[in-house]
């Protein structure tokens, strides 16, 4: 079983960061109000995961979406599990408050007792390091605000074709490409506001443009994330790209000098 931090640590990058987003349906409340979080059945989950390793991040993006009469709530319940077993960190936003709580609720519903990692990550401590609720961070645990009203702050798209009002419309339309890809945007956008706490948190810049930098890349290089275009053209990614091939280029110079004395070193070692 992997090591987990028991304090969430922004000085250095973790090896993984899974970002992930639900979408639900319930049934209307009585008095038009927000319906309680137990009757919300998930219906779509995204996943945005950044991996880092000897320098360099990578990162994988997609989403499922469950259909009107089909058993698919068991397999994206399964598979959330996997991906949050995998992950060093999981990232969310509200996600301690609501999607993890109704995860964990479903996985019940639908009689599946084995989901561990599922059931660890909604009972995971408030302030440990292994759910980073970016509702609660970015309000220092007082009163939460929105994802888009972060977002919109900081220069990260958000919702640019879809809202959560609408997915109940959607889902009832037969729309389930157009949820799946709204879910898979608003993963995107957690795992970029992601990036931004930890290199605030950090105090540093390269923690931010050289994994942005690596995000568009990503998405310009794979036909099936063309809808998140917007992420590779918004404000923060273009303040971020060209910070990013300078500090490309300094991590490169100090790794060529690293050597170098490495090899002097020896070379002044063999002599003696």
Known sequence: MRDKPQLADFTRPCSSVLAYDIETIAPPADDGSFPPWPTHRPIAIGFAKATYSAGNWAFAI?????????SDEASMLVE???RIGEAHVVTSYNGRQFDS???RLAAQRQRLWGLKAL???AAANRFGGEHVDLADLYSSHGRKVGLSSICDEVGIPVKTDVAG??????WEAGEHERIRRYVMEDATATICLYLAWSASRAADEAAITRPMAALARHIESTPDLHHLRAFVDCSLMRWCRPRALKADIQAALARVTGRLRR??????FAVS
């Open 101 to 103: 709580l109704v995860l």
């Open 80 to 82: 959330a599990n996997r």
């Open 62 to 70: 997609d989403a499922m979406a469950a259909r009107p009469g089909e």
């Open 165 to 170: 009002g609408d997915v109940a419309a959607l």
């Open 263 to 268: 090899e002097e070193d020896e070379r002044a």
């Open 119 to 121: 059931a660890d990550h």
